[in-house]
């Protein structure tokens, strides 16, 4: 049990910047780390949703409280995943064999397209966020931010690592896989049915989609790089935040007609 919750530390020490007690990184302790990953997600949501109504309370527009519903989630990581998809994004822009693309993610420069890629996602997920509306919409959003964290879980214990080395390599052979799969089924459980007592029906086209884009990923993560890394983690978790998102507010305009 002690090695269990020394987890919960490890786990919003790497992935977010909320200040945690220092724990060593012993392999009994990183077998757990996934286990509480979806926790940061958790947080995410919530401030995501205290936002939004305290920023639409006090009478802000859109525009602004949409800056601050984008950056927030930057702000708690630190970009760590966001630095995962631009390095993903120069790999698969280089149209090198696979090798070359892991050394590419490797390499702390960026290229244009990396730059390109960013701008584009950040002016898509901006604008999708100024077309939340109601309560509704943001509740339904908000829990996504759990779901994506929970299905990078898995895809770390389903996927083989594309390298022989690294940090997704360190916690691939330490995690505990029964733990992770147990965890990550009850995060997804819960989050799922959050969403059915909003809208049923948006909840089972998230769940599809949501299955949809894990088969989709293994399909592209082991066919372009013989299998996962951390940056390819990074890049899977802010594309499923976004296309989330996208169906959330596609789903409300297409119930209107």
């Given amino acids: 049990m002690k090695d269990f919750l020394r987890g919960f530390p490890i786990a919003f020490s790497m992935y977010s910047k909320i200040p945690m ?3 060593k990184w012993e392999e009994n302790s990183l077998r757990y780390a996934l286990c509480f990953f979806p926790l940061i997600g958790l947080v995410i949501g919530a401030v995501q949703v205290g936002l939004f109504f305290h920023l639409t309370a006090l009478g802000f527009g859109t525009m602004f409280r949409s800056a601050f519903l984008f950056i927030a989630p930057i702000l708690i990581t630190g970009g760590i995943h966001m630095d995962g998809y631009m390095d993903t994004k120069d790999a698969m822009s280089s149209y090198q064999t696979k090798e ?3 050394e590419i993610m490797k390499d702390p420069h960026i290229g244009a397209f990396s730059v390109i890629s960013l701008i584009g996602y950040s002016l898509l997920y901006f604008g999708a966020l100024s077309e939340l509306e109601d309560e509704r ?4 959003f908000a829990p996504c931010f759990v779901i994506s964290r929970a299905l990078s879980a898995v895809c770390f214990i389903t996927i083989p690592s594309a390298r022989k080395d690294g940090l997704q390599k360190t916690f691939a052979d330490a995690m505990q896989r029964k733990a992770i799969w147990i965890s990550s089924g009850l ?4 989050t799922f049915g959050a969403c059915a007592c909003i809208d049923r029906l948006e909840a089972i086209v998230l769940m599809c989609v949501a299955a949809f ?3 989709l990923y293994q399909s592209f ?3 372009k790089f013989g299998g996962i890394t951390g940056d390819l983690a990074g890049y899977y978790l802010q594309i499923q935040e976004l296309v989330f998102l996208l169906v959330i507010v596609a ?3 297409l119930i209107i007609f």
């Fill in 221 to 223: 993560a082991k066919e």
């Fill in 187 to 190: 995060y997804l459980s819960v």
């Fill in 137 to 140: 919409e943001i509740l339904l």
């Fill in 21 to 23: 007690p220092t724990v």
């Fill in 100 to 102: 070359r693309r892991l």
């Fill in 213 to 215: 884009m894990y088969v």
């Fill in 251 to 253: 789903w409300s305009r």
